[in-house]
């Protein structure tokens, strides 16, 4: 039985005139392809050029409806907030909030009586010292009063008698001069006890001077103390909190007391409102800021200090302002800004602004709101200014 042998068809080898035609094809689209590109460089709008723009007498300056293009007019917009600048911030004690005891003389820690985090109010006891100089403070207010009794005696005594016509006028001279110093005696007396507190004997309650929360105890049963050592306790009050901004010494001048801040913290969803009580007078040499403190509109309770945040200040009011694009600077002195009167016609306009802020400035005198400015190709109109950075 004969058997039939199918073959396999293959692609026959491309002939030299096919090659040919592809190379041709493969040209003609690199030629398309490159006068596409051409064609679309010759679309592009081509640049302004000085002809474009002309001042003529009536002052105004007046474009060409292609130079037109490049110019970008906006009204002038009245910012409700004025102008805002940011620093970053912290939560502090206020100034009297935070108190450091430590020993009045030195002695020895008998009892403590508090623990980190108490609450506390004015005078209630915080360490017991055991101070033997206390002692001998106590006793000399005791002698000291016991004779200035003696002394004012003698002087009545004195006095009496010099009356009657029995004593001496030197005598009751000298009891005067030692009443003077017995009353001297007993006010120094008086003054050493005050500062060691009440109490008797060699005893020293320490007590909290305000109310608020301890914040440290350094102070353990039996430890030696020293008068102007380190604190044995600190209080603080938790209610007596401000937000100090470092402002940078640049943005000092911007800053005023009474000026509205909003503090940002990332423990707290919405901000919290407050105004500028001082600015610091004192710039830290190697941060080149100043402190500026904030007193807080609400309640602070739920703020800790250590927080770190940052706040926003109002450095000036509400009114009209223009982006720092839209300002030029002519003669190194003379800042302008270019007013539409139509849509080819520019009147160039001197202003008065303030300090440039976040891409932002304020314009204190020359606008009104509402005008139409070029606020973007400005120089297009003045070749000669320079533009306010």
């Known amino acids: 039985m004969a058997c039939q042998l199918l073959r396999v068809s293959r692609p026959m080898p491309p002939t030299r005139s096919a090659v040919v035609v592809v190379l041709l094809r493969g040209t003609l689209a690199a030629l398309s392809f490159a006068g596409c590109r051409a064609a679309a460089k010759e679309a592009v709008v081509r640049k302004p050029e000085i002809a474009d723009v002309e001042t003529k007498r009536d002052g105004l300056v007046h474009v060409t409806p292609a130079a037109r293009e490049f110019l970008t007019v906006e009204a002038v917009a009245v910012s409700r907030d004025g102008s805002v600048l940011r620093a970053p911030a912290r939560v502090t004690f206020r100034d009297g909030a935070v108190s450091q005891v430590g020993a009045p003389m030195p002695g020895r820690v008998v009892d403590v009586r508090v623990r980190t985090g108490d609450k506390v109010k004015p005078g209630d006891a ?3 010292l055991h101070c033997p100089e206390a ?3 106590r006793t000399q207010l005791v002698t000291a009063q016991a004779g ?3 002394a004012r005696a003698a002087v009545e005594r004195e006095t009496r008698m010099l009356a009657q016509g029995v004593g001496v006028a030197r005598d009751k001279l000298a009891a005067e001069v030692q009443l003077a110093e017995i009353e001297a005696e007993l006010a120094r007396a008086q003054a050493t ?3 060691v507190g009440g109490g008797a004997g060699a005893t020293v309650v320490l007590r909290a001077p305000i109310a608020g929360i301890v ?4 102070a353990t049963a039996g430890a030696a103390v020293e008068a102007g050592g380190d604190p044995l306790v600190e209080i603080g009050n938790p209610a007596a909190l401000w937000i100090v901004a470092d402002v940078f010494e640049r943005d000092l001048a911007l800053v005023h007391e009474g000026a509205r801040a909003t503090v940002e913290l990332p423990s707290l969803r919405e901000p919290i409102g407050g105004r500028v009580v001082s600015v610091g007078t004192v710039v830290n040499a190697g941060l080149r800021t100043a402190p500026v ?6 309640d602070s309770l739920t703020l ?3 927080m770190f945040g940052r706040v926003r200040i109002v450095a000036t009011e509400g009114g009209p ?3 720092t694009e839209a300002v030029l600077i002519r003669d190194g002195k003379e800042t302008v800004a270019y007013v539409a009167k139509d849509e080819l016609s520019f009147e160039r306009r001197s202003v008065i602004i303030g300090r440039p802020i976040e891409g932002r400035v304020q314009v204190l005198s020359g606008l009104k709101p509402g005008e139409r400015v070029v606020v973007r190709g400005a120089l297009l109109l003045d070749a000669s200014a320079e533009q306010l950075l």
């Open 126 to 128: 915080l360490l017991t």
């Open 135 to 137: 002692a001998g403070a």
């Open 148 to 150: 200035l009794r003696a």
């Open 193 to 195: 006890t005050g500062f």
């Open 215 to 218: 914040l440290s105890r350094r």
């Open 293 to 298: 403190r904030i007193a807080l509109d609400g």
């Open 304 to 306: 800790r200090p250590g």
């Open 321 to 323: 302002s223009l982006p």
